[in-house]
């Protein structure tokens, strides 16, 4: 019997059933963006983005036969090539021209790729190389450099570019280490320090220093007359925990006014007061919170939106296509949207867990935690809980990179999982 | 390590729950987004209706509306190669542009807002072609007021933007800033006619405010409903003939139709060209005119007042009669201890008495009116039978607003108990404190409008209409009710007969004679001088005719004339002659009358 041809029932349909649902939603909802009823438009119009959508749906398919033909071995084998290569894409594209400041672009004629996308694969499949060869080990100082090697520089590379928001998206990993083994205490000091710097930002370090002033003084002093064993060791962590809050608190003015950009600054400002700008920097997350409003519970009805279509909201058929939906669909939309969502990467989770082989399940959980920090981020900015960050809502927004980029990085787990069962345990 | 799966599942399910409360937070509960999102795209485009139109009675033109055009301008598609070309063009210097332009561009960039406004027909024709070579500029038409007879300026009233107090005042919200509403005059008082009803659509706009498409398919959009046009009862010749007449003096005529009360003819002079207040200088020009010392803003006819004079002697023998107090045949010495008098008389009967405006008789006439000793205090008796006089008098339309379809129509004055009362704080008063109105001097105060309408009265032996300028109204070809409704005096017809024949006396030998009498009709008249220290006397005339068959009642003030027999009487002579017979067989009165020396 040969094993290495794929069948039927090895795939997963639940997961490509899914995609496709929300590759049509994402289609027709980049439409209706777009959509102008005064010049009585076709979805198929290739000056549209919807025809263009298309286009790049249907090369979606192709590339989703040519992994599902591939040999399922040869992805983990060239998993180091890939991410070299896109390293030095990475780095290459750093040369070419800035567009609207940032220089994330290879232009070849009308063709637009972005690197920075495809990374996110082969940062994947780096990273699941690596566990599943070299099984390291959080506690040791060699396996967590090779780590931070691995995610670092992308995310430097990225940066450097500048685009914040899909450095930041690298931050998913974490999810991987902790399903990896990572302690849960390093996710709540790193979470922590995130609530620490936006509580600074809130009321000030002053008051903050202050405030935890006082719990350290209440904790120390309590400590010195209550217990008895391990007392100095318990004060030395006591007042470390208290430096470093100190230390962070401090650091919020250097950070933000040195190392955020002003815009970045002014986004942060509005996520927690909206009218402090409303026309400026305000005025994006107000406009998208009122398009999605204005949707009520069911909806306006397909093409019936005003406020997307009117260039109310910007970037409609990109970052903010959330709006459009929200709007046309009402909550109704909303819910089923973020149910597949929900289901979808619930479903992943599923397939990861399945795996035999540990590199196919790293990639998985890679594929799940980046999938998911897009949805969050995404949808949150749009609703008024993040800050706005410009990055896709995978399957659903506008664009080749990443709607090629989404589907190379789930058809290579579903292709890895027909044939989990090829797979000796080590 | 198998429950992080769980946690990691947690999480997912975590997030996707808050995002649906959140979104049912503003989706489903909070209406305000809904509204925001409606004030995004929604804007409503008023569609203004024609104003209706005015003719005379024989079916002229008086006011219409003509095109002028705003020149419109979108900045952001603006080309310009030769700016001074455009600026010779339109007319304004270079600077002028630049800052139009700017202004433009603050207001939006790339919607159009007014560049030029109001350019008027003639000017627009030699822009029209040229214009379309420069990119970014539009026309708008719109239309103003337009008086091609340049007459009857103060009964019209003008058109102007709606300032604060008229919004305030505006209870139906039906005007908004901006609007254009009628002031004063015949634009004033029919504005709800003419204006017609405001259409609006409600469009839908983009970010940038360009229009879109209906809103909701235009279910809510009303379409606009033309003014209903007006016939006025004006007789445009007559009126233009009056105000030739009036040129040079200061002063009013009124013409009414007796058996209609249909205002043929309402001059008030010194007045101006209404096309003056319409269209780009209405600023300027309205402020010349307000500044002007012979307040040509001023509507005489129903502003000014002045005292009766002695036209006022026939309302009281009217009433006299009425009382029974006196009879035709009743004869009073002419006691010039008791008050003054003219001319050469001595004991003359009630015609007699009118015809040389026998000051003494109608001295007595009033104390017997007044003083009827239904009281046996004097005193209570005096006010019982002012008041019982008032009332005669009020009944003939004087002392309170007659109603004519004008605003600001001034009352006039006649007093009753209460007012001298209030005069005389209370203290005593009989005849002798007051017998000077019985010669239409002391505290009586007549309006032009008010003096024709007596004449009219006259005519009529006893009843009027409300005069009234408009006798028909879009469709329906009538005026208002109000002026449909027969007024009587409290006075019988048959003692209209001395009045009548007292004044065919006065035109036929008495103070009339000279001036006012025309060969083939009997006019009826009474001259008025009214006292004017330090200068002239007014000089007044009222007057209606035919005798027997009255087609015309007029009352003529002509300011600082001097005699109601020279001025006033000429003028009025030469209107009745105009409308009766279409032009004057007194061609030497007519040159007097437009020579303007009355003084001499």
Redesign the interface.
């Known amino acids: 019997m040969r094993k290495d041809l794929l069948t039927y029932n090895q795939i997963d349909w639940v997961t490509v059933l899914l995609y496709f649902l929300l590759v049509l939603m994402g289609w027709l909802n980049i439409f209706a963006a777009v959509y ?3 010049q009585n438009q076709s979805i198929f119009d290739i000056t549209l983005n919807s025809g263009r959508q298309l286009i790049l749906i249907g090369a979606s398919v192709l590339i989703i036969i040519v992994i599902m033909v591939i040999d399922f071995n040869f992805f983990s084998s060239i998993a180091y090539f890939v991410y070299g290569i896109l390293i030095l894409m990475l780095v290459g594209v750093l040369f070419t021209e800035p567009v609207a400041g940032a220089s994330s672009w290879f232009k070849i004629g009308a063709f637009k790729l972005q690197p920075s996308e495809f990374m996110k694969v082969g940062a994947s499949l780096a990273l699941a190389k690596y566990f599943n060869d070299y099984n390291p080990r959080f506690t040791k100082i060699r396996s967590v450099l090779v780590l931070f090697l691995i995610i670092g520089l992308p995310v430097a590379l990225i940066l450097a570019q500048p685009d914040t928001g899909t450095a930041l998206i690298y931050a998913s990993f974490i ?1 991987v280490f ?4 990572l302690s849960p205490v390093v996710i709540g000091l790193g979470l922590s320090m995130i609530a620490l710097f936006i509580l600074t930002l809130l009321i000030g370090w002053l008051t903050l220093v202050i405030i935890t002033g006082v719990i350290i003084g209440i904790i120390v002093l309590s400590i010195l007359f209550l217990s008895g064993k391990k007392k100095v060791r318990r004060i030395l962590i006591t007042l470390s925990v208290g430096i470093l809050i100190v230390g962070v608190a401090f650091s919020v003015d250097t950070i933000i006014t040195d190392v955020l950009k002003p815009h970045q600054q002014k986004r942060i400002q509005v996520l927690f007061n909206p009218n402090s700008d409303p026309l400026g920097a305000g005025w994006n997350v107000t ?1 998208s ?9 069911f909806g306006k009805g397909f093409l019936q939106g ?2 997307t ?4 909201v910007p970037e409609q058929s990109t970052d903010f296509i959330f709006c459009t939906l ?2 046309e669909r ?2 109704l939309g ?2 089923v949207l ?2 597949l ?2 289901a979808f ?2 479903r992943i ?1 599923f397939i990861a ?1 399945r795996q035999k082989s540990k590199f196919a399940r790293v990639y998985g ?1 890679s594929v ?1 935690s980046i999938l ?1 920090l897009h ?2 981020v995404n ?2 900015m749009t ?1 008024g ?1 993040f800050p706005v960050i410009g990055i896709p809502l995978p399957f659903f927004s506008y664009g080749g990179s990443s709607l090629w980029a989404f589907t190379i990085l789930l058809f290579i787990l579903l292709k890895l999982d027909a044939h989990r069962m090829q797979i000796l345990k080590r | 390590m198998n429950n992080r799966k769980y946690f990691i599942q947690l999480v997912f399910i975590l997030v996707g729950s808050i995002f649906l409360i959140k979104l049912f937070f503003i989706q489903v509960l909070d209406e305000n987004y809904k509204l925001a999102a409606q004030d995004n795209v929604m804007r409503p485009i008023i569609e203004y209706p024609y104003r209706g139109v005015i003719y005379d009675r024989n079916g002229s033109l008086i006011v219409h509306n003509t095109p002028v055009y705003d020149i419109m301008v979108v900045p952001k598609e603006v080309e310009v190669t030769d700016t001074l070309a455009l600026c010779n063009l339109l007319n304004i210097d270079k600077n002028d542009f630049i800052q139009k332009i700017e202004e433009a561009r603050d207001f939006s960039f790339v919607q159009p807002s007014v560049f030029l406004k109001q350019v008027p027909n003639h000017e627009f024709a030699k822009i029209q072609d040229q214009l379309t070579n420069y990119r970014g500029f539009t026309i708008v038409a719109r239309t103003i007021r337009n008086y091609p007879n340049q007459s009857l300026a103060n009964a019209l009233g003008y058109m102007r933007e709606i300032d604060k107090t008229g919004l305030e005042k505006d209870s139906a919200k039906y005007y908004k800033q901006g609007d254009y509403i009628g002031i004063k005059g015949i634009e004033e008082y029919y504005e709800n006619y003419l204006r017609g009803k405001r259409g609006v659509k409600f469009k839908m706009v983009n970010v940038s405010g360009l229009v879109k498409g209906s809103f909701k398919s235009g279910q809510w959009d009303t379409l606009s409903i033309p003014g209903q046009d007006l016939i006025s009862t004006i007789d445009l010749p007559l009126q233009q003939y009056g105000e030739k007449l009036m040129e040079g003096k200061s002063g009013s005529i009124v013409a009414i139709e007796p058996s209609t009360g249909e205002i043929l003819s309402l001059v008030s002079a010194p007045s101006y060209d209404p096309n003056t207040l319409a269209g780009r200088e209405f600023s300027t020009n309205f402020k010349l005119l307000s500044n002007d010392t012979l307040a040509p803003l001023f509507n005489r006819p129903l502003m000014a007042q002045y005292r009766p004079g002695s036209i006022f002697k026939i309302i009281q023998a009217m009433i006299a009669l009425q009382e029974g107090v006196i009879t035709p045949n009743t004869r009073i010495p002419c006691d010039r201890s008791i008050i003054g008098c003219h001319g050469d008389h001595y004991y003359e009967n009630l015609q007699g008495a009118i015809t040389h405006s026998c000051n003494p008789y109608f001295h007595n006439v009033l104390r017997r009116v007044v003083n009827q000793k239904v009281d046996p205090d004097v005193y209570n008796d005096t006010k019982i039978g002012l008041d019982k006089w008032r009332e005669h008098v009020a009944s003939f339309g004087l002392g309170a607003s007659l109603g004519v379809d004008l605003p600001n129509e001034k009352e006039g004055l006649i007093p009753n108990s209460a007012y001298y009362d209030k005069a005389y704080r209370n203290r005593p008063w009989k005849y002798s404190n007051i017998y000077s109105i019985a010669i239409g001097e002391g505290e009586n105060l007549v309006v032009p409008i008010q003096m024709a309408n007596f004449a009219a009265i006259v005519a009529n032996r006893g009843f009027y209409y409300i005069p009234h300028l408009i006798k028909s109204i879009g469709e329906d070809n009538e005026p208002l009710q109000k002026y449909r409704e027969k007024k009587y005096t409290t006075v019988d017809p048959e003692h209209f007969n001395v009045a009548v024949e007292a004044m065919a006396q006065v035109v036929r030998s008495g103070t009339g004679q000279y001036r006012a009498k025309l060969a083939n009709i009997e006019v009826c008249g009474k001259t008025g001088t009214v006292q004017n220290d330090p200068l002239p006397d007014h000089s007044v005339f009222i007057a209606f005719a035919p005798k027997d068959d009255p087609k015309i009642a007029v009352s003529v003030y002509v300011e600082d004339a001097g005699q109601g027999a020279r001025a006033a009487a000429s003028i009025a002579s030469l209107m009745i002659e105009k409308y009766l017979i279409g032009h004057t067989e007194r061609p030497h009165i007519e040159d007097y009358v437009l020579r303007g020396k009355f003084l001499y």
Not at chain 1, 289 to 297: E, N, V
Not at chain 1, 309 to 312: A, L
């Open positions: 102008d009823a005064e999810i902790y399903r990896e083994g406009q919170k009122i398009a999605i409003g204005s949707g009520g519970a005003t406020q279509k009117f260039d109310f929200g709007e009402g909550w909303s819910l973020i149910t969502f929900v990467l619930l989770i867990e959980y799940a998911f949805f969050m949808i949150g609703i809980l």
